[in-house]
């Protein structure tokens, strides 16, 4: 497509429940990047891959959360066991390749966990 | 560990007016710098790339600056438009295996 695909665009879900949020990056771009931004506040890194290299998970704020990207192109961010602090905009965005090159992001998935 | 601020944080000015948003960050060994736009309940809109051997991009009345040796970079918007108003943040990727690194914006209003 012409830009970074996030699905779904609002989810809403109960206390305990298991979501996934998807993204589909720009058509060949290597470098993908998962953040998410509570109200109000500024963008939190969660996880970032880059081609074939182990992912930095270094963000993801407990092991509730957990992301793959599968055959370097489709990524899915996993929220076990959901807690009402996980309501917030996820967002996802590549690049060609992590250096000299312009990140583009996609609309976000906004999760309320009720 | 690289940290960007912004400032100020939020910013209201009349229509028309040139006006000078502010950016820093505490590491200058870095790949490049980017410029985005967030308008409520969106998502990030790219502004600018300048990558760390430039020293300013222009697009339209957007102009950016980075002097990385000082870690400081502003975005220069002329002409100032109601529809300029959202939230403007930057951020910076810095040498080694590190993730895109964010200010945590600057608030901006344009008064009709």
């Known amino acids: 497509g012409a830009g970074v695909s996030q699905s779904p665009s609002n989810k809403v879900t109960e206390k305990g429940k298991d979501v996934e949020l998807r993204c589909d990056p720009i058509?060949?771009?290597?470098?993908l990047y998962w953040y998410r931004q509570s109200l109000g506040q500024g963008l939190e890194f969660l996880i970032y891959f880059q081609g074939n290299s182990a992912p930095d998970k270094s963000g993801l704020p407990s092991d509730r959360f957990s992301a793959e990207r599968t055959g370097g192109s489709v990524s899915t961010l996993t929220i076990q066991r959901t807690q009402q602090e996980d309501s917030a905009v996820y967002l996802c965005a590549s690049s060609l390749e992590r250096g000299n090159t312009e990140a583009f992001f996609g609309q976000g998935t906004r999760l309320t966990v009720v | 560990k690289q940290e960007v601020t912004q400032i100020p944080a939020a910013l209201s000015v009349p229509e028309g007016e040139n006006l000078v948003l502010n950016c820093s960050f505490t590491?200058?060994?870095?790949?490049?710098l980017q410029w985005f736009r967030q308008d409520p309940g969106k998502g990030l809109t790219s502004l600018l790339l300048i990558q760390s051997s430039q020293r300013e991009q222009t697009s339209g009345r957007l102009n950016a600056s980075l002097d990385k040796s000082s870690g400081r970079s502003t975005l220069y918007i002329a002409a100032s438009q109601p529809g300029d108003s959202a939230t403007y943040l930057c951020a910076v990727i810095t040498t080694g295996n590190t993730p895109l690194v964010f200010g945590k914006g600057t608030r901006l209003s344009v008064i009709a």
């Open positions: 590491d200058s060994a870095i790949y490049n």
């Open positions: 058509s060949g771009h290597t470098a």
